[in-house]
């Protein structure tokens, strides 16, 4: 079984320019979640999607960030403008259920 | 409400047996243990759910006392492979759809 793909691995922009990542879930999970991860931190959820819906985008920067899972499959992650402070690693993980998520190898943003 | 984990890092022999500790102010439904390695993704090792329950697979368990809101995950007779950061993720459930909530994680290294 194929994992959670991310694309791309690595991604380096000076501040107030954009930057778009995405994600292919494990076939079959209905639930896709996008975290960002600062360094020496543990991964805090930016929003989570049930098939094409957002369940819960609470603690997205809804001024900068923005996500969408049109077909409820694949989704993408959009920071416009990015700032100095949004440099981490953006994981996305999917699951079947609410119980285990599956996470991707993840993006490694540096705003400069 | 972030988990807190204990310690934040400790250093092993290979042999020698590890307690990291995780403990919410909110009441749980579940807790999550998830292994990091190194510009690595985020793998599951187990999950916990409302009852009190213990569980564990080879050398690694973990236990969840719901009354006090806390789990701890139990690695014994270490080996280099488990080398990483362990974070414990953390979910109320009070209503409907509640994220998981991760901790700052604990650094484990394991040594020869």
């Known amino acids: 079984e194929a994992g959670v793909a991310q694309s791309p691995r690595y991604k380096i922009i000076e501040k107030r320019q954009s930057v778009a990542f995405w994600c292919n879930p494990i076939?079959?999970?209905?639930?896709l979640y996008w975290y960002q991860q600062i360094l020496g931190q543990g991964p805090k959820l930016l929003i989570q999607f049930q098939n094409n819906g957002v369940v819960d985008d609470s603690q997205l920067p809804k001024d900068r960030f923005s996500a969408e899972r049109l077909k409820g499959v694949d989704s993408t992650l959009k920071i416009q403008p990015a700032k100095l402070e949004d440099s981490a690693v953006y994981l996305c993980?999917?699951?079947?259920?609410?119980?285990?998520?599956?996470f991707g190898p993840g993006t490694r943003l540096l705003v400069l | 409400q972030q988990p807190v984990q204990s310690p934040q890092a400790v250093i092993l022999r290979e042999g020698e047996d590890a307690v990291i500790n995780c403990s919410s102010s909110k009441a749980l439904y579940s807790v999550h243990w998830y292994r990091q390695k190194h510009g690595e993704a985020p793998v599951f090792l187990m999950i916990?759910?409302?009852?009190?329950e213990q569980k564990g697979h080879d050398k690694i368990s973990a236990s969840f006392n719901e009354k006090k809101q806390q789990s701890s995950l139990y690695l014994t007779a270490s080996q280099l492979s488990y080398s990483g950061t362990y974070f414990c993720?953390?979910?109320?459930?009070?209503?409907?759809?509640?994220?998981?909530?991760f901790g700052k994680g604990t650094r484990l290294s394991v040594i020869a």
């Open positions: 993720g953390t979910e109320a459930r009070v209503s409907g759809n509640t994220p998981l909530v």
């Open positions: 993980a999917s699951s079947s259920t609410q119980e285990t998520q599956y």
């Open positions: 076939s079959g999970h209905a639930t």
């Open positions: 916990l759910l409302k009852g009190g």
